[in-house]
C-alpha cells in the first residue's frame, strides 16, 4: 500500500476513516511549498485539512501541515480551517507536537484500510516479494477474479488527444480495467477501450468508462471500483470530471462514430 492509496480511500470513504460524514471540496491543492493532500468540508461548514502518511508518522509532517494551514486560510479568509494528520502509526512525542499545534492526530492501521478496501472493491498496486518468482498480489486476498479479457490492452494508430489523460503506463491501466466485477462491463471492454501507442485514451472511451463510474450499471460495487480505477489511471480524477461532463451526454456520446475529441475537450475546459 502507498500514500496515494490511503488518500484515494480516505477521500471517498472518510467516514469510513473518520467516523463523521464529510464533504469533499479540493484535492491536492498546489502552493509554492507543496501539495496538501485532502481538504473536506465538516458538518459545520469548516474547512478540514487532511494529510496522510504511510508507516510512521515522520518529525517534519506536522511542520508541513501547519504550513498548509497559512495556505488554506490565505486563499479562503472566510472559512474556519482545521488540520488533521492520518498516519498508520504515531510516536507519542509527535502526537503531543500536533496537540501543540492544533493539529488533529489519527491513527489508522494499515489493516484498516485493507479491509475498507476490501469493502468497497478498491484495488491496490501489486505488491511483490523479496523471493524471486514469487508474487504477493493483494487482488488475490479479494476472492477470484473473472478471467482477464485479454493480456494485453487494445492498441489504435489513430493518435488522440483529449485533456483527460493517462497517468499509468497502458497495459497497468488494463490490467486494472479488467478487474471490475461486472459481466457486462468485461463483455465491452476491449471494444469500447481504445487508447494510441503514446498512451492517449479515446474521447468515447473516456465517456464510456465515465458512465461505469457514475453509475456501475445499477451495481454499487462495479460503480465504486470504477471510481476507483478511474482515479487511479487518470491524471484527473472522477469527482472533477464528474463537475464537468453531464452525464447524459457522455452516455450518447460514448457510441458516436465521429470524432468528439474537440468537444469533450470544450467542456473539461469550462
Known amino acids: 500500500m502507498i500514500e496515494k492509496?490511503?488518500?484515494?480511500?480516505?477521500?471517498?470513504?472518510?467516514?469510513?476513516?473518520?467516523?463523521?460524514?464529510?464533504?469533499?471540496?479540493?484535492?491536492?491543492?498546489?502552493?509554492?511549498?507543496?501539495?496538501?493532500?485532502?481538504?473536506?468540508?465538516?458538518?459545520?461548514?469548516?474547512?478540514?485539512?487532511?494529510?496522510?502518511?504511510?508507516?510512521?508518522?515522520?518529525?517534519e509532517a506536522v511542520s508541513q501541515l501547519y504550513n498548509y494551514f497559512g495556505?488554506?486560510?490565505?486563499?479562503?479568509?472566510?472559512?474556519?480551517?482545521?488540520?488533521?494528520?492520518?498516519?498508520?502509526?504515531?510516536?507519542?512525542?509527535?502526537?503531543?507536537?500536533?496537540?501543540?499545534?492544533?493539529?488533529?492526530?489519527?491513527?489508522?492501521?494499515e489493516k484498516k484500510f485493507r479491509d475498507v478496501a476490501s469493502e468497497v472493491n478498491y484495488i491496490f498496486e501489486p505488491e511483490r516479494t523479496t523471493e524471486p518468482?514469487?508474487?504477493?498480489?493483494t487482488l488475490s486476498k479479494q476472492g477470484p477474479q473473472k478471467e482477464r479479457v485479454d493480456s494485453k490492452p487494445p492498441s489504435w494508430p489513430i493518435s488522440y488527444q483529449t485533456k483527460i489523460r493517462?497517468?499509468?503506463?497502458?497495459?497497468?491501466?488494463?490490467?486494472l480495467l479488467e478487474q471490475v466485477p461486472h459481466e457486462?462491463?468485461?463483455d465491452?471492454?476491449?471494444s469500447a477501450w481504445q487508447v494510441d501507442k503514446d498512451g492517449n485514451v479515446k474521447a468515447q472511451s473516456i465517456c464510456w468508462f465515465f458512465c461505469w463510474a457514475k453509475t456501475g450499471n445499477s451495481s454499487p460495487d462495479a460503480r465504486d471500483t470504477c471510481r476507483s480505477i478511474f482515479n487511479r489511471i487518470f491524471d484527473k480524477t472522477y469527482e472533477w470530471s464528474d463537475s464537468k461532463v453531464d452525464?447524459?451526454?457522455?452516455?450518447k456520446a460514448r457510441y458516436k462514430k465521429r470524432s468528439i475529441e474537440a468537444d469533450l475537450e470544450r467542456r473539461l475546459l469550462d
Not at 452525464?247 to 452516455?251: I, S
Request: with cysteine; aromatic share 6%; charged share 40%.
Open 5 to 59: 492509496e490511503m488518500e484515494d480511500l480516505l477521500w471517498n470513504h472518510p467516514q469510513k476513516f473518520l467516523g463523521e460524514q464529510l464533504t469533499q471540496f479540493k484535492r491536492q491543492l498546489s502552493s509554492d511549498i507543496g501539495r496538501s493532500d485532502l481538504i473536506f468540508i465538516d458538518r459545520l461548514g469548516r474547512l478540514l485539512v487532511v494529510e496522510a502518511k504511510r508507516g510512521k508518522l515522520p518529525r
Open 71 to 109: 495556505v488554506v486560510k490565505r486563499m479562503y479568509p472566510d472559512k474556519v480551517v482545521e488540520l488533521m494528520v492520518v498516519a498508520n502509526q504515531i510516536p507519542e512525542e509527535r502526537r503531543l507536537a500536533c496537540e501543540k499545534h492544533d493539529i488533529e492526530a489519527r491513527e489508522i492501521s
Open 133 to 137: 518468482g514469487r508474487r504477493d498480489d
Open 166 to 175: 493517462l497517468a499509468v503506463r497502458p497495459d497497468e491501466a488494463w490490467r
Open 184 to 186: 457486462k462491463y468485461l
Open 188 to 190: 465491452t471492454l476491449k
Open 247 to 251: 452525464h447524459e451526454w457522455a452516455r
